[in-house]
Nanobody, 112 residues
Framework: QVQLVESGGGLVQAGGSLRLSCTASRSILSNSVMDWYRQAPGKQRELVASITIGGRTNYEDSVKGRFLISRDNAKNTAYLQMNSLKPEDTAVYYC??????WGQGTQVTVSS
């Protein structure tokens, strides 16, 4: 199982931006769809963004137009650029790919 490490979270005011990174422990990220999920306390984990091997992206409606998922296969890394953040974006954010284990996630907290 490939290990994933998420980073880049933090505390930000509403309207601010963060860029999350997800790095795989092996150079197989290029062969997988990459997803970003988030989970707020007491809530189910939800898919917020996906990017295919070919670079096609898809977003959950609530983040569409604000978030951008990308990937750099040479760096075994996926990214989630988050702009115009809202308090309801507060959650632990996780990345995932085929045959990859969940990482520890990175906390994003958006204050009013």
């Amino acid at each position: 199982q490939v290990q994933l490490v998420e980073s880049g979270g933090g505390l930000v005011q509403a309207g601010g931006s963060l860029r999350l990174s997800c790095t795989a422990s092996r150079s197989i990220l290029s062969n997988s769809v990459m997803d970003w999920y988030r989970q707020a306390p007491g809530k189910q984990r939800e898919l917020v963004a996906s990017i295919t091997i070919g670079g096609r992206t898809n977003y959950e409606d609530s983040v569409k137009g604000r978030f951008l998922i990308s990937r750099d296969n040479a760096k075994n890394t996926a990214y989630l650029q988050m702009n115009s953040l809202k308090p309801e974006d507060t959650a632990v954010y996780y990345c995932w790919g085929d045959h990859m284990g969940w990482g520890q996630g990175t906390q994003v907290t958006v204050s009013s």
